[in-house]
C-alpha cells in the first residue's frame, strides 16, 4: 500500500524562526512529489518535484526532493504569523498513479 | 477564472438522509478528483474522473457513495443513506491535461458535511 509519512505532526515556533517540515514515502512507480499549503479552505499549491537534489524555492519557502532517501523536505526561513497553516505532502504514482496524501503537519507561528 | 466551484459550503443533515454535493471544474481541465478530508485519515481519494469518464473509484468507501459527471462543467457525489461516519470536508479539485493525475491540482474550498 502506498504511504506518505509527514514528520513532525505539529510544530509550534515564534516570528523570524526556521523551520523543516519532513515528508518520506513508499511509493511504487514514483511519478511527482508536491507540497500543498492549507490555511482555514483549499489546499493551495506551493512545489512540486520531480527530479532528486533540485531545489526549487519560492521567496522564503524552498524544497528539495531525494530520491534516494525516499524524502522531501520544506523549508522555511523568517517564519511569519502567515505562514501558519497544515502543510500538506503528496506524492504521485502508485499502481493508479494518482497522488497520496500525508496527514499534513501543522504549523503556528507565533508573534 | 473563478477557480473550481463546489456547492453547498455547509450541509448539516441527518442519517439516512440523502446528501448531494456540487462541483463545477475549471474551464478547460480534463481531470477532476473528489477527496474527502478527515482530522483521523487526511485526504482521501475517492474517485476521479478523465474527460467525464471515471477512471478510478476505488476509494469510494462502499455503495452508499456514487459521483456523475454528466458534462466537462458538472460533478455530483451523492451519498444515501448517509451516516454520521460520513462527516468530513469533501474537496473536488480539477486539473488540466499537462498536469494529469499526478501533478498539481486546483482545490475548490470545500463542502463541510455534518450528518447528525
Known amino acids: 500500500e502506498d504511504k506518505v509519512v509527514q514528520s513532525p505532526l505539529s510544530l509550534v515556533v515564534h516570528e523570524g524562526d526556521t523551520v523543516t517540515l519532513n515528508c518520506s514515502y513508499e511509493?511504487?512507480?514514483?511519478?511527482?512529489l508536491l507540497w500543498y499549503k492549507q490555511e482555514k479552505k483549499a489546499p493551495t499549491f506551493l512545489f512540486m518535484l520531480?527530479?532528486?537534489?533540485i531545489e526549487k524555492k519560492s521567496g522564503r519557502l524552498s524544497s528539495i526532493l531525494d530520491k534516494k532517501e525516499l524524502s522531501s523536505i520544506l523549508n522555511i526561513t523568517a517564519t511569519q504569523t502567515g505562514d501558519s497553516a497544515i502543510y500538506l505532502c503528496a506524492v504521485g504514482g502508485g499502481s493508479n498513479y494518482k497522488l497520496t496524501f500525508g496527514k499534513g503537519t501543522l504549523l503556528t507561528v507565533n508573534p | 477564472d473563478a477557480g473550481v466551484i463546489q456547492s453547498p459550503r455547509h450541509e448539516v443533515t441527518e442519517m439516512g438522509q440523502e446528501v448531494t454535493l456540487r462541483c463545477k471544474p475549471i474551464?478547460?481541465?480534463?481531470?477532476l478528483f473528489w477527496y474527502r478530508q478527515t482530522m483521523m485519515r487526511g485526504l482521501e481519494l475517492l474517485i476521479y474522473f478523465n474527460n467525464n469518464v471515471p477512471i478510478d473509484d476505488s476509494g469510494m468507501p462502499e455503495d452508499r457513495f456514487s459521483a456523475k459527471m454528466p458534462n466537462a462543467s458538472f460533478s455530483t457525489l451523492k451519498i444515501q443513506p448517509s451516516e454520521p461516519r460520513d462527516s468530513a470536508v469533501y474537496f473536488c479539485?480539477?486539473?488540466?491535461?499537462?498536469?494529469?493525475?499526478?501533478?498539481?491540482?486546483?482545490f475548490g474550498e470545500g463542502s463541510r458535511l455534518t450528518v447528525l
Open positions: 520531480t527530479s532528486s537534489g
Open positions: 474551464s478547460g481541465h480534463d481531470y
Open positions: 511509493v511504487t512507480n514514483f511519478r511527482s
Open positions: 479539485a480539477s486539473s488540466p491535461r499537462t498536469s494529469g493525475n499526478t501533478g498539481e491540482l486546483f
